[in-house]
Each structure stands twice: as C-alpha cells, then as structure tokens.
C-alpha cells in the first residue's frame, strides 16, 4: 500500500528503508532520500531522487543485480516482484521467448542483465532497445543502464509515495 508523503516524511527511517530499496537498491540514494525529509510534495521527492543521478558505475552493477531479465517474470510476493512483474507486462508469448536469445547475446557481450524501463512498452520495442544497444562500448552501456535504473526508481517511487 502506497505512502502520502505526509506519512513517507515523519515515518521511521527503518520502515521507510524497504520501499525506498524497492525502488532503487543503491544504499546512498536510500539513505540520502531519508536524510532529506521532510519534502514538501511527491514533486519535491523526485526531483530529490533525481538530482542523485547519474548513479556511479558500481551502484549500476548493484541494482541491476536486483532486477529479473527482461522476458523472465520475478519470482516471489515481494513489492519489487510484483512491480517487475507489471513492468515487464508487455513482454510475454513469442517475445519472451526471443529475449532469451538476446539475453543470452546482451550478457556475452556486457557481462550483465540488460536493463531498461519496461513499464508501458512492447515486447517488440523492447527486443529493438536491446539489439540496438549492443553496440554501445561497454562503458556507454553501463551509463545506459544507470539512466534507466533512475527511470525505473522514479516509476516504483511514484507507486510507492502517493502525493
């Protein structure tokens, strides 16, 4: 169940922690979001979370490690599962199946999960995203990754802090 903003802003920092980890896990955006309460308003939380961007290369690594593969559903009842689960809704059928190919392909190349802000999008655009960014460098890619990981955490914080 979603926060307001008043409860998200006077609610310990210990309660607060899991949705905020959901959301992103990068331990100084969570912890420097709790340090900045209160906010005036869900504006104000995302432009805090946004000002915490780009995240450092090894904070990318960190979270991608939380996310499921694109075409495979996230396990489990946890808010982040079920929020991976809604995203990644347009990936199902005969797309998923080519993900795993992809995947496969994407993971060879870079050494990690692709990842990419899935909410609202095609399996078809999706698969496009991916193969057209196998040609980045691998350091270009991990820029990606972290750009999408923020759009992801502003998507999960708006479903997790209501206004």
Known sequence: MPLTI?????????DIRPALTACLDVPRWVETLL?????????A?????????????????????AHPRIGEKA?????????????????D?????????ANAEYEATFGHVFLVCAS??????????????????PEKELEVAGQELA???????EKAVTA
């Open 120 to 137: 609202g999008r095609s399996g078809a655009e999706l698969l496009e995203n991916l193969r057209s960014r196998l040609s980045n460098d």
């Open 151 to 157: 759009r992801i955490a502003a998507l999960r914080l």
């Open 35 to 43: 340090a900045r309460r209160p906010y005036a308003d869900l504006a």
């Open 93 to 101: 059928g005969d797309a998923a199946r080519e993900f795993a190919a």
């Open 6 to 14: 008043r409860e998200f802003n006077e609610a310990p920092a210990q």
């Open 75 to 91: 396990g489990g009842k946890s808010t982040e599962a079920s929020w991976s689960r809604s995203e990644q809704s347009g990936v």
């Open 45 to 65: 939380l995302l432009a805090a979370s946004e000002a915490l961007t780009p995240l450092r290369p090894e904070e990318v690594r960190r979270a991608m490690a």
